[in-house]
Nanobody, 116 residues
C-alpha cells in the first residue's frame, strides 16, 4: 500500500520559513519524480516544485529563489524548504509521487498559513 505522509505545516508570519517533509512508503522511491503542489481556497491545485530521480528540479515562477525542493533517497523522503513566505503562499500543500501515467500518488495534505 502506497502512503505519502506530509508534515511540517503550520502558521508562520510573513517573511518566515517552514520546511515540509513527505515520507513515502510502498513505492520504490528512488525512481519516482517527487513533487509538491498546493491548493488555496477557491483556486485550482498548482505545481510548486518537482524533483526527478536524477535530481533535476523545476519551480513555479512564484516561488523561484524562495523555495527549495530536495530528496533523501535513503530516507524515502522529499522536502520543501520555504523561505521568505508571503500571505499568498497560504494553501494546503500536497506531496506527489509520479512514475509514468499509471503510477501517480498523493498525500493527504498539510496546511500552511502565512499571516501576521
Amino acid at each position: 500500500q502506497v502512503q505519502l505522509v506530509e508534515s511540517g505545516g503550520g502558521l508562520v508570519q510573513p517573511g518566515g520559513s517552514l520546511r515540509l517533509s513527505c515520507a513515502a512508503s510502498g513505492i520504490y522511491f528512488n525512481i519516482y519524480t517527487m513533487g509538491w503542489y498546493r491548493q488555496a481556497p477557491g483556486k485550482q491545485r498548482e505545481s510548486v516544485a518537482t524533483i526527478t530521480r536524477g535530481e533535476s528540479t523545476n519551480y513555479a515562477d512564484s516561488v523561484k529563489g524562495r523555495f527549495t525542493i530536495s530528496r533523501d533517497n535513503a530516507k524515502n523522503t522529499v522536502y520543501l524548504q520555504m523561505n521568505s513566505l508571503k500571505p499568498e503562499d497560504t494553501a494546503v500543500y500536497y506531496c506527489n509521487a509520479q512514475m509514468g501515467y499509471n503510477n501517480n500518488y498523493w498525500g493527504q495534505g498539510t496546511q500552511v498559513t502565512v499571516s501576521s
